[in-house]
């Protein structure tokens, strides 16, 4: 695994209530996961993208990913939080990104999301997001 990929499953994996998780460079309109074998194709990337333009009609409408339809719990322009019935997912913006956690059934929604906002302000309230465009120019 790659420093990227390390970094999710120390912060996020480790914790047994994600299951998995993807750090989306917004700008390439790629994605980082762990684990490794976790895919989110560029249909997924520009859904996820999309979904901070407008938090009124996610809420409203959800949304629909990896063919299943997720139901709004929260949406705002740093967070969304949605569920279906197999699980979850949480999704929080920084400047340049955004990470992806995934939960499913059996796993608690509130250390998700909570792992997955602590990373996520991590990256808003220290130098990391400059960090982070270090590892991934050391990785192209």
Known sequence: MNQIQNLLY??????????????IRIKEGIAFTSPPRFNVPAQIIQTVVD???????IRKEGLHVWDRSYQCVRADKNSIYA???????????TKSNILLATYREGMYPSVCVEAAEKLGSSFLFYPREHIFSSLLLQLS
């Open 83 to 93: 569920k279906c019935e197999e699980g979850g997912l949480v999704l929080v913006k």
């Open 10 to 23: 120390d912060s996020l994996i480790k914790t047994q209530h994600v299951e998995a998780a993807a750090l």
């Open 51 to 57: 979904a901070f333009k407008n938090p009124s009609a």
